[in-house]
C-alpha cells in the first residue's frame, strides 16, 4: 500500500491528496483509501501529477467508465476525454453554479479536470458541499422539497456552447432533439453514503414539478442563491499538473470567468447513473 496524506482544505469540503504518484497504478488497498477520501471530503486535489492522458484514465477507469459529455469537443486522440479551451470564459456556462450535464438521463458519477494550460492568475473553481447545503436548510423546507423534481433544459448551454464557437450551429438542433428536457429529485439521495442533497444547476435547471409557475419562479432562485452560501465551499487554485476529482453526485462548481490569457483543461467524465 501507498502511504498518502489527506488535507482537507476546508472544514466542510475537499480535501488535497499529498504524497500520491498517479503515474504508478494503485494497488487494491491505496484505491480504497483513495475511494473512501472521496466519498468523504467529495473533491479532490492531487499535485505535482505530470502524466499522460492514458495514466488518467486508467486511474478514472477504477471508478467507472469514461463517457464523452453532450457539449464537448474530444481530445484527437482520446475520443472519451474533452478538450476544454477558453481565453474568454465570460458567459460560456461554467461560470454558474452547476453539476456537469445534469439535463442527461443519467448525469455523471463524477469528474476529473487535469491542467494543461493555465492563464498567469486566475481561472480557480469553487465547489460546493450540497449535503451542507440541504442540511442548512429549515425542516419543514426539506420536507416540503423532498419529493419534488427539477426539470433540466441542454438548450441554454447548448446555446452558450454555440455563441462561444465551442459547438457548430447546425449542431443546436440535433443536440436538443437527442437530449429533450428530463427531470430529476430536486434532493437526491447518494447511492454509496445514503446522505440527501440538493440536486440543482444556474445554467439548465428551469422550473420545479408540482409547483404552481409562480412558486417555482420563487423557491428556484432562492434555492441557486442557498448554495452560494461561502460555508459550503473551498476554492481550488490551479497549478500546473494539477488534477482535481469531485463528485458529481453531492456537489455544484464554479469556473472563476477572470482570466483573459488561454486556459486549456482536459475532462474525464465518470458515467453515472438515473437519480433517485
Not at 482537507?8 to 504508478?24: H, K, Q, R, S, Y
Not at 422539497?145 to 455563441?163: E, Q, Y
Not at 414539478?209 to 441557486?224: K, V
Not at 461561502?230 to 469556473?255: K, N, S
Amino acid at each position: 500500500m501507498s502511504q498518502f496524506e489527506i488535507r482537507p482544505i476546508t472544514p466542510t469540503i475537499g480535501a488535497e491528496i499529498v504524497g500520491l504518484d498517479l503515474a504508478e497504478p494503485l494497488d487494491d488497498e491505496t484505491f480504497a483509501g483513495v475511494e473512501r477520501a472521496f466519498l468523504d471530503r467529495q473533491v479532490l486535489v492531487f499535485r505535482n501529477q505530470d502524466i499522460p492522458v492514458d495514466r488518467v484514465l486508467e486511474f478514472a477507469r477504477r471508478f467507472g467508465p469514461v463517457s464523452l459529455p453532450p457539449i464537448a469537443p474530444m481530445h484527437p486522440d482520446h475520443p472519451e476525454v474533452m478538450v476544454f479551451e477558453l481565453t474568454e470564459p465570460r458567459g460560456a456556462g461554467a461560470d454558474t453554479w452547476h453539476v456537469d450535464a445534469i439535463y442527461t438521463k443519467e448525469p455523471p458519477k463524477a469528474t476529473i479536470l487535469q491542467a494543461v494550460t493555465l492563464p498567469e492568475t486566475g481561472g480557480d473553481t469553487y465547489f460546493g458541499n450540497m449535503v451542507a447545503a440541504y442540511d442548512a436548510l429549515s425542516k419543514p423546507l426539506r420536507e416540503l422539497l423532498s419529493d419534488l423534481r427539477a426539470v433540466h433544459d441542454i438548450s441554454a448551454p447548448m446555446r452558450r456552447a454555440v455563441d462561444k464557437g465551442i459547438r457548430k450551429p447546425e449542431e443546436f438542433e440535433a443536440t436538443c432533439e437527442k437530449y429533450p428536457p428530463v427531470d430529476h429529485p430536486l434532493v437526491r439521495t447518494h447511492p454509496e453514503t445514503g446522505h440527501r442533497s440538493l440536486f440543482l444547476a444556474a445554467n439548465s435547471t428551469t422550473e420545479i414539478l408540482g409547483l404552481r409557475e409562480r412558486e417555482s419562479e420563487l423557491i428556484l432562485p432562492f434555492l441557486l442563491q442557498h448554495v452560494t452560501s461561502g460555508e459550503f465551499h473551498c476554492r481550488v487554485r490551479w497549478e500546473p499538473h494539477t488534477i482535481a476529482f469531485w463528485d458529481q453526485r453531492c456537489t455544484l462548481h464554479y469556473a472563476v470567468p477572470d482570466y483573459c490569457e488561454r486556459r486549456v483543461m482536459y475532462r474525464y467524465s465518470i458515467e453515472g447513473e438515473v437519480p433517485r
